[in-house]
Structures are given as C-alpha cells and as structure tokens.
C-alpha cells in the first residue's frame, strides 16, 4: 500500500512511519524543514517538502497514494485555517480517479471533554470540548466524506508518550533531577495515556482494514494523575516521592494547556477493540520499561 503521511517527522508521526514501513508499506511523508528530509529518510520513507498550508506543495503526492494519514499541525497563527487547508487538500486527493482510498484523521481525547458518569466511547458528545474546539468540525468532515470507494476515520489519541518525549518524560525527568515526580494540580483527575508504539499499531490496523468511523486509542488504563508519578517515581528509583505543582503556577508558563493537564477523562475503546487492537504497554504495568526507554533515548540524543 502507499500511504502519504503529513507530521511523518513529528512526535507521533515517527512511529507511525516506522510501522508502516516496517509492515511493508511504501510511505511519502509531508515534511516542512529541509533539515528535517534526513530523518524521514531514516525511516525508511520518501520525503516531500512543504508545509500543510500550501496544498501545492503536496497535492500531487498525495493524489498517488491508497492511503493518506494526516498527522501535520500547525502551531503558526490560525491553526484551524491550516488543518482545514489539509482536509480538504487531502480529501480532493482522496476522491482521485484512482481508487479505493483510505483517509485517517487525526484528533485527540480532550475533544470529549470532562469525565461524565460513564465512559465516553467513540460516540460521545463533543458539545464539551474545551481545548481545540474546531476539530470536533474536522471530524465530521472528514466522517461525512466516506463513500463505497472512500473509507474515512479519525483516532483520538489519549496522551501520547514513549522515547523522550510525551506524557510521562516530565516525571521521569523531575524525579531524577529533583528527587520526586512533579505533576500538576491536585492529581486526582484521571489521563489516559496510550505509548507511542500502541498508538502506531492502531494507525496500521485502521488502514490495512480500511476501517471506518471513530477509534479511541488509550491504554485501557483509568489511573489517576497522582498514581501515575508515584509509578513513574518508582521506575526511577525515587521510591514513589511525588510532588504537587500548583495550577496557578503551571498556567505561568503553560497557559490553558495547564488546564489540559487537570481534566479528568473517562474514556472507552469499543471500536478500536473490535479491530483486534490490544495496547501492549499499559503504563501502569510497565513504567520500568518506559523509564528505560526515556533514560536511553536521552542518552543518545
């Protein structure tokens, strides 16, 4: 299969790349910074250089794909104008003469918003997102553009982690550096996380299967903020210390997205599960390895 991929260099992107790659999969990745050609090419996949907000910088690629994943954000001014330049590039794309085509949008968990009274499965309300509140939109744009020749999905992701980046590596980091895991808040709000390889192997399923529809992707897992450092504080050797960082302080240099870090979500995977999908790398279960994982990946960085 060939699968054009926009933010094929970014945090999640790498994985996806890898593992599409490593099933087999002929990859062309989206790339903004020339610099950035030699690391997709690492992967194992060919690079086109240009940005999501100019669709002639990939259009053409993307019209010689079966599937197209996007991936890319863009963090300049008006995000959403960008994002929705990608849908609809990548969408035209989609509707080619070449078919049938598979296109796979990505979201993210905080559009459900706060927890309720029972998981929040794929079909959950969105009328409470709070934090990129247009992409429940994109969502349905993405969804209402399926056809017989065209299958279209969105993942949401929970909080992704895994190498040196993501979720978990500010724990790990303030529990060596300072002697406890820093966490935000009160930690009584519960984050689904979901690593990096998990999450990659789900964009593969989705694809190969051309599945339709909404996946959740989270590790199943429905700990607390708090219990998440003490794990992340053991793995490093720090016995469980944890400490607080109040609100008000996280939002001086975190703005709103200090907020993100105290919503508590209750979410639910039916859909993701009935694709086979099993996450392999609760946190919970397996903090050591990902305190091992970060450690190394620090290392050679």
Not at 74 to 97: F, I, N, Y
Not at 159 to 168: E, I, K, P, Q, S
Not at 196 to 205: F, G, S
Request: charged share 25%; proline share 5%; glycine share 12%.
């Amino acid at each position: 299969m060939r699968v054009f991929v926009t933010g094929g260099t970014g945090y999640i992107g790498q994985g996806v790349v890898q593992h599409l790659v490593a099933a087999g999969h002929v990859v062309t990745g989206l790339v903004r910074a020339e610099e950035r050609v030699p690391l997709l090419t690492r992967l194992g996949a060919r690079a086109v250089l240009g940005n999501i907000r100019d669709p002639e910088a990939y259009a053409a690629a993307a019209g010689e794909s079966d599937a197209l994943v996007h991936l890319g954000f863009d963090a300049g001014e008006q995000p959403a104008v960008a994002d929705r330049t990608a849908v609809d590039t990548l969408l035209a794309a989609a509707r080619g003469p070449h078919g049938p085509r598979t296109f796979l949008y990505t979201s993210g968990c905080l559009v459900v918003g706060k927890a309720g009274a029972a998981p929040a499965y794929e079909d959950a309300s969105t009328a409470g997102a709070l934090f990129n509140t247009w992409r429940p939109a994109h969502e349905e744009l993405v969804l209402a553009a399926a056809s017989p020749e065209l299958a279209t999905s969105v993942v949401r992701p929970g909080w992704v982690y895994g190498g040196d980046r993501g979720a978990v590596a500010g724990y790990f980091a303030t529990a060596l550096d300072e002697g406890k895991a820093a966490y935000i808040g009160e930690g009584k709000n519960r984050m689904p996380l979901i690593h990096r390889d998990d999450l990659a192997e789900l964009y593969r399923l989705v694809l190969e299967r051309r599945a339709r529809g909404i996946f959740h992707a989270f590790d199943q897992g429905q700990d607390r903020v708090l219990d998440q450092a003490t794990a992340a504080s053991r793995a490093a050797g720090r016995g469980g210390a944890t400490r607080s960082i109040p609100l008000e302080e996280a939002r001086k240099t975190l703005g709103p997205w200090a907020d993100a870090y105290c919503l508590d979500q209750w979410l639910g995977s039916r859909r993701a599960e009935a694709l086979g999908w099993k996450p392999r790398r609760p946190f919970a279960d397996t903090a050591d390895q990902a305190f091992a994982e970060w450690r190394a990946a620090r290392a050679a960085a």
